[in-house]
C-alpha cells in the first residue's frame, strides 16, 4: 500500500533535485525519492555488517606472472562467500574476473580489499547490493 506524504523543500534544492530527476531518467519526484531512500537503508546495512550480496570486477593483465595463482588463493581463503566467478578474455593481454559474493559486509569488504591491493589488479570495483531484507 502507498502512502503519500509531503516535504517542503528550498526552491534551488528542488530545482537541483528536478536536475537529478532528469539526469537518471526517473519518471518522477515519488520514484527518485524511494529510490535514495532503498539506497540509503540498504548502505546502514553495510554499516552494521549485514547480509549483502556483491560483485567484484579486477582487470588485469594475464601476463603478470603468478597473478591468477594469487586471485585464486585468495578466492579459496574466502570460499565460502564466492557464489560464482567468471574469467573473460578481454584482449590478448587483458582478463576480466567477475566474482558473485555473499555474506556479511565486512567480510566481503575484505575480500574484495584483498584482492583489488594485489599486484598486477589494474583495475578492481566492489558493488554490493542488498533488498533490505536477510539473506540466506
Known amino acids: 500500500m502507498l502512502k503519500r506524504f509531503s516535504i517542503s523543500l528550498e526552491e534551488s534544492l528542488l530545482a537541483e533535485f528536478d536536475r537529478y530527476i532528469q ?5 518522477n519526484r515519488s520514484e527518485a525519492i524511494r529510490d535514495l531512500i532503498r539506497k540509503t ?7 552494521a555488517d ?7 570486477t579486477l582487470v588485469f593483465d594475464h601476463h603478470q606472472p603468478k597473478l591468477q595463482e594469487r586471485v585464486t588463493e585468495v ?3 574466502f570460499h565460502h562467500h564466492i557464489v560464482s566467478s567468471t574469467h573473460v578474455h578481454m584482449d590478448h593481454d587483458n582478463c576480466m574476473e567477475v566474482i558473485i559474493v ?3 559486509a ?11 591491493a594485489l599486484r598486477g589488479i589494474r583495475d578492481g ?3 554490493m547490493s542488498s533488498t533490505g531484507q536477510a539473506i540466506r
Open 50 to 56: 549485514k547480509a549483502v550480496m556483491g560483485v567484484i
Open 125 to 127: 570495483n566492489l558493488a
Open 106 to 116: 565486512g567480510e566481503i569488504q575484505e575480500l574484495a580489499s584483498r584482492l583489488i
Open 102 to 104: 555473499r555474506g556479511k
Open 75 to 77: 578466492q579459496h581463503d
Open 41 to 47: 537503508l540498504v548502505r546502514r546495512e553495510w554499516e
Open 23 to 27: 539526469g537518471h531518467h526517473y519518471d
